[in-house]
């Protein structure tokens, strides 16, 4: 059981740091500004539930994928953790350029429905999202496992869709300023993971060839 609750832990904390809603919201502010605030309601409920199908697609895909390319889990396991240690690194520079870069912001502003891109993807479903929910999928060893990691995504996607409501008055209560410290904190804790994911992969690696 004990085993059971630290997975349950460590893979929603994963998810939700990795996705960072609270991030988003300056950005989210800035691509919706011309909605009424029903339509930034509507577009923040799509561009939750598209980025948490995203997610789930590729985490149960997951092993066909690899299969597919011959890709061992301990290898993508490394992969996922440099790529998540490469996100920790700029959120401890309270940034987001390994998220969504400034074009696509520029781009995000132009356009009259930016639920599905940018907000979903890459925003809140980017790369290290996505392959963060396909290596705890590829790891769960059991149904309990697997629907854990399934209800992070959910519950993830949910407090996204609640930040983002919550956006102007989140913005006016902690300030650049404070959305940036929890930024830097997210980033700290996702750094520790990171290195727990390449930690345990290369194990894995050096065992099955060993």
Known sequence: MSNFLQFALITFTSVLFIVDPIAVIPTYLVITRNET????????????????????????????????????????????????????????????STQESSTEIAEGAEKEDVALTPLAMP?????????????????????????????????????????????????????????RVMTRIMGLLLAAVAVQFVVTGARDAFLTHG
Not at 147 to 168: D, F, H, K, P, Q
């Open 37 to 96: 605030p029903a339509q930034r309601r509507t577009t923040a409920v799509r561009a939750c539930i598209a980025a948490a199908v995203l997610m789930i697609v590729f985490g149960i895909a997951g092993r066909l994928i690899f299969r597919m390319f011959g890709i061992t889990l301990p290898a993508f396991r490394i992969a996922g953790g440099l790529i998540l240690w490469y996100v920790a690194m700029d959120m401890l520079r309270g940034q987001r």
């Open 123 to 179: 925003m809140l479903a980017g790369p290290g999202a996505i392959s963060t929910v396909m290596v705890l999928a590829s790891q769960a060893r059991s149904v309990p496992e697997a629907i854990v990691v399934y209800a992070s995504v959910v519950l993830t996607a949910a407090l996204s869709w609640g930040v983002l409501r919550l956006g102007e008055r989140l913005v006016v209560g902690l300030g650049q300023t404070g959305i």
